[in-house]
């Protein structure tokens, strides 16, 4: 590991010019966003079928709700990564950061939903103190335990969520964040949000195949970005080489 801050810079802005790993890149997050629309679709009809989601939901078909909770959660997470994707475009880091938190609030709670299928039903029911409470760090520490996600939640929040001097990084200037970073960085939270929403669908919903699906493609899609892109990795232990510096402080 790379441990010269000069180094560890010159060697970031080598791979973030890397063509070929940012194509690789994009066309990961644009196939995990139609993936997720997909899927969402399709659990959303499911209940359609299922339950006359039409109109209004009966209070005691619970897992007709539950089917029609998972796949609005998952097509809130398509809607966000399609608005962040057209917002890297238009190279609006800031904006694409916003969404990106956004969408780690998706992946929490699709976690949540892979951990325990109950917890659909309990955010379907949820009001406003409840969510809150699940937002807390205590309530998001005991609904996933994940304390890497939770950092990097907490993170995102300071950098892309609440309006602070960190999230200068992502303006325009000199000290500016490499859009490649954000593409990473949306590109893996997508990958995980996509496996968290799969496993939830096969914890409650046994009716509907993953295997049916079609998503080969998807998974090539994301092997030949994490096989080609050389950020992913040396952002990952830049990551690691902070945590390790702000232990000695």
Avoid at 4 to 21: K, S
Avoid at 213 to 225: K, S, T
């Amino acid at each position: 590991m790379i441990r010269d801050r000069r180094l560890v810079d010159q060697r970031l802005d080598e791979l973030a010019d890397d063509d070929v790993a940012a194509c690789h890149r994009v066309a990961a997050c644009e196939l995990l966003s139609s993936a997720l629309d997909a899927i969402g679709r399709r659990l959303r009809a499911d209940g359609v079928r299922h339950g006359s989601l039409g109109g209004e939901v009966p209070p005691n078909d619970l897992s007709v709700r539950e089917v029609n909770g998972l796949g609005t959660l998952a097509k809130i997470g398509a809607e966000l990564a399609r608005g962040a994707i057209a917002l890297l475009r238009a190279d609006n880091l800031y904006a694409a950061g916003a969404l990106v938190r956004q969408l780690v609030e998706v992946e929490f709670l699709a976690r949540a939903f892979a951990i325990d299928h109950q917890v659909v039903s309990t955010w379907l029911g949820s009001g406003r103190g409840e969510r809150s409470d699940f937002w807390s760090p205590d309530g998001r520490s005991r609904r996933v335990g994940n304390g890497l996600l939770a950092d990097d939640y907490t993170r995102h929040c300071e950098v892309g969520g609440y309006p602070t001097m960190r999230a200068a990084r992502l303006l325009p200037g000199p000290a500016r964040t490499r859009p490649a970073e954000v593409w990473v960085d949306l590109a893996g939270h997508l990958d995980t949000t996509l496996q968290h929403v799969i496993a939830a669908t096969e914890r409650l919903h046994s009716s509907t195949s993953p295997a049916s699906w079609n998503l080969p493609e998807v998974g090539r899609a994301i092997d030949d970005w994490r096989r080609t892109d050389g950020l992913v990795v040396a952002l990952q232990d830049l990551a690691e080489m902070r945590r390790s510096d702000a232990s000695l402080d």
